[in-house]
């Protein structure tokens, strides 16, 4: 069972950047993709990203295609989430998940471990 900690959430204003922080624990952090979902007040969860395990494969949703960047570091067990350009419509929580069924590019499939969700908020 892995246990995943956000971190790196903040407010920012619209056209500046932040990195979120995923650090993992339990069970070995590169047998898991690892993905990033955000959810907006009133408003159904949104796939952000994904990468798959050894870190050569992403891939993100249409709304943050290149302005995200996801990467993994496996020797420290954590996984982060470059926010660059961002716009007052990224403001959300965004949740870390990992899994260790499927792979990266099957993002749509249910993910088995989340973290408990970190605050972005971007002001125009």
């Known amino acids: 069972q892995a246990q995943l900690v956000e971190s790196g959430g903040g407010l920012v204003q619209a056209g500046g950047s932040l990195r979120l922080s995923c650090a993992a624990s339990?069970?070995?952090?590169?047998?898991?993709?690892m993905g990033w979902v955000r959810q907006a007040p009133g408003k159904e969860r949104e796939f952000v990203a994904a990468?798959?395990?050894?870190?050569?494969?992403?891939y993100y949703g249409e709304s943050v295609k290149g302005r995200f960047t996801t990467s993994r570091d496996n020797a420290k067990n954590t996984a982060y989430l470059q926010m660059n350009s961002l716009k007052p419509e990224d403001t959300a929580v965004y949740y870390c998940?990992?899994?260790?069924?499927?792979?990266?590019?099957?993002?749509?499939?249910?993910?088995?471990?989340w973290g408990q969700g970190t605050q972005v908020t971007v002001s125009s």
């Open positions: 998940a990992a899994d260790p069924k499927y792979s990266a590019r099957e993002y749509y499939t249910p993910w088995d471990y």
């Open positions: 990468i798959s395990r050894s870190g050569s494969s992403t």
């Open positions: 339990g069970r070995a952090f590169s047998t898991y993709r």
